[in-house]
């Protein structure tokens, strides 16, 4: 697969998309790790939150799991909210996924070509250094994406 950097791309992956699960949810407000999935599930998408610190607890209505190989459902993308230098310690979940998910969105200020190169390697499409709410609202005021219910 690979990585994808033009508008239409991701236009494409907010738009197919249902299910996000996301890497390092947070319950603090203030965090982005807690407001971008947040708006993200205030659009209509369902929200995966996925922290082992947060196990037992309950986010966006679903339980949050301790890791992405403990997913067993089909997801769109990963939303991911962790250290450029930790993501290493995170191809092997991914991989571990069934099925695979689509894409893989590394959040503004992450970005790790090593990890985006084994994950593209193994038909995962990766976003680098993007906000998905900054990106989802830019591309609803351009009429790029309609609401969703």
């Known amino acids: 697969m690979a990585e994808l950097h033009r508008e239409s791309d991701l236009v494409a992956v907010l738009v197919r998309s249902r299910v996000v699960a996301v890497l390092g949810a947070h319950r603090e407000f203030h965090r982005p790790a807690f407001y971008v999935p947040d708006y993200l599930h205030q659009q209509g998408y369902r929200i995966l939150p996925v ?12 339980p949050v799991r301790g890791s992405l190989a403990e997913l067993r459902e089909p997801v769109d993308f990963v939303d991911v909210f962790r250290r450029p230098e930790a993501l290493g310690d995170h191809v092997a979940d991914f991989l571990a996924m069934q099925p695979l998910p689509k894409v893989a969105w590394f959040q503004l200020g992450i970005r790790n070509d090593r990890v985006a190169a084994a994950l593209s390697e193994r038909g995962i499409d990766v976003v680098q250094d993007h906000c998905a709410l900054a990106d989802h609202r830019r591309f609803r005021a351009a009429g790029l994406l309609a609401a969703r219910s």
């Not at 922290?51 to 679903?62: A, F, H, I, K, S």
């Open 51 to 62: 922290n082992p610190v947060l196990v037992g607890e309950t986010l966006w209505g679903e």
